[in-house]
């Protein structure tokens, strides 16, 4: 039997964090068994549709290498693979089901069911549709139909005994059918299936043999269950996932900017970190290994090693992935990566950003942290004359003072030409020897005076270097300028 697994969002316009990891999973399930990943619009709910949401699912999915077998672009043997041009597919089963007495057709407004909801709570019940259509003759059911009376079909629920199954991660689930099902609505008045029936006919349809998604749905699966059973079909696997979450009691939410795979592309996370940190965010190896490509994923996971408590999102792990990631890369793509952000603090400025890049690459996190760790070489910050003291540098403002006064004729005497970090390294050290003085006690204060920072990528000669000779001086002077005023 080829394993079919299936990723179903509803193209709401974003990818919450959640949903990618079921897809990878769904996917990483499909492929070490040589089954198939298909991908599938559920967007019956044409009230929330959003418009080019169908593209960020696509683009999501394709940026995490998460390549589906079958779908909506791609077409494939079971298709269409988007719910609302599968409408037509829908009502059949429907009224299959009512001929054999599992659903029913419902004429109820709104209005009327929602007078008889209120009466219901106000007598302190909790309201459940209540199967006042299912008594209608066959006649009267003609008769409305034939008149026009708007409709939908609803589920003949059992309204006693149990219901068990199996699910891989969360183990046997029991529920009460009193508790656990209603009278749910199957086919809406606009003629499109609900997400509750589109999922159990299409999961059949295209042949899904597990069905991988939020653990939300465990306690409607025993429905599902029932419409499967109804129709005198299978029961696929279910592999429930827990949910992600901030920490114990936070959901991530899109409110704090922190649910959605936007949000962390956006902020300048890496797709590979987020992917490897995300398949162990709900799993583990059951070894110590931490780093996984894609298809090392494929190799390693296993469902039966899925977690069921929830997995905790931790941002500050991610970030630690994010900087290995970075670490690890190579050069010339940390610089095509790092260029924009380059950009957002120093264009139009002349800086050598192959250089920067070398310097940046060891101390890069996120990306949107970079024009803020670059933004001193477009512009020196206005800093306190307290960081010219040093300790271990044994240097104050005082000996700062004298340092600087060494430095600049050095770094005047360098033709722009040679002004490299060979140069200036050979030449400020052969000063710094003949003064006396110890190296840190020049070095710290000169990388204070041209960066006005404390801590920087490179030390002061690279600084130096990057600014040019021109801003270098420029910045040495306002450095002796601050020193004299302080004094
Ligand atoms: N469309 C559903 C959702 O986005 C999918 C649930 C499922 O995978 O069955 O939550």
């Not at 080829?2 to 499909?30: C, D, I, K, N, Q």
């Not at 988007?82 to 109820?108: D, I, M, N």
């Not at 349809?205 to 499967?228: A, D």
């Not at 306190?384 to 300790?391: F, G, P, Q, R, S």
Request: charged content about 25%; glycine content about 6%; hydrophobic content about 40%.
């Amino acid at each position: 039997m080829e394993v079919r697994t299936r990723f179903a969002p509803s193209p709401t316009g974003f990818m919450h964090l959640g949903g990618v990891r079921t897809a990878l999973y769904a996917y990483l399930f499909a492929k070490q068994n040589n089954g198939k990943f298909i991908l599938r619009i559920e967007d019956t709910d044409q009230e929330r549709y959003v418009d080019g949401a169908v593209e960020v699912i696509y683009d999501t999915l394709r940026a995490c290498g998460l390549n589906w077998d079958e779908g909506p672009d791609i077409g494939g043997p079971v298709g269409p693979y988007v719910q609302s041009e599968r409408k037509a597919t829908y009502l059949p089963y429907a009224q299959q089901l009512v001929r054999s007495g599992h659903a029913y057709y419902c004429f109820c407004s709104k209005e009327e069911i929602e007078a008889r909801r209120e009466a219901v709570e106000a007598a302190g019940g909790t309201w459940k549709y209540d199967k006042h259509c299912l008594h209608l003759t066959p006649e009267q059911v003609e008769e409305k139909l034939a008149a026009g009376i708007p409709w939908t079909i609803r589920m003949n629920a059992p309204t006693e005994g149990e219901t068990s199954y199996h699910d891989t991660v969360f183990g046997d689930m029991t529920f009460q059918n009193a508790e656990a099902m209603d009278d749910m609505v199957l086919i809406k008045q606009d003629g499109m299936p609900t997400y509750n029936f589109a999922n159990v006919i299409d999961d059949h349809l295209m042949g899904i043999t597990h069905v991988m998604r939020g653990m939300e749905y465990l306690s409607s699966t025993p429905r599902y269950n029932y419409l499967y059973t109804a129709l005198g079909w299978d029961i696929p696997e279910y592999i429930h996932l827990p949910t992600v979450m901030r920490d114990a009691t936070h959901k991530l939410s899109k409110r704090d900017g922190d649910a959605y795979y936007s949000d962390y592309i956006d902020k300048g996370y890496l797709t590979e970190a987020l992917i490897n940190y995300l398949a162990l965010v709900g799993w583990n190896p059951g070894d110590e290994r931490e780093f996984f490509t894609l298809p090392e994923l494929v190799e390693a996971f296993d469902v039966h090693r899925l977690n069921k408590s929830p997995g905790i999102f931790d941002v500050n792990k991610l970030t630690w992935f994010n900087a290995e990631y970075i670490r690890r890369m190579d050069p010339a793509r940390y610089l095509e990566l790092a260029t924009p952000w380059f950009d957002q603090a120093l264009a139009g400025k002349n800086i050598d950003y192959r250089r920067l890049a070398e310097l940046m690459q060891e101390r890069t996190e996120i990306f949107n942290q970079v024009p803020g760790m670059v933004r001193f070489l477009a512009e020196l910050p206005d800093y306190d004359v307290e960081l010219y003291t040093h300790k271990k540098m044994k240097t104050n403002p005082e000996v700062a003072k004298t340092a600087l006064t060494l430095c600049k004729p050095v770094l005047e005497a360098i033709a722009p030409e040679d002004w490299n970090e060979q140069v200036l390294h050979d030449r400020l050290m052969e000063a710094i020897a003949a003064s006396g003085m110890k190296n840190g006690a020049v070095l710290w204060p000169l990388r204070i005076a041209i960066s006005g920072q404390a801590s920087t990528p490179g030390g002061a000669m690279e600084i130096a270097y990057l600014l040019g000779k021109e801003e270098t001086l420029r910045r040495l002077d306002a450095g002796m300028e601050k020193l004299e005023a302080q004094a």
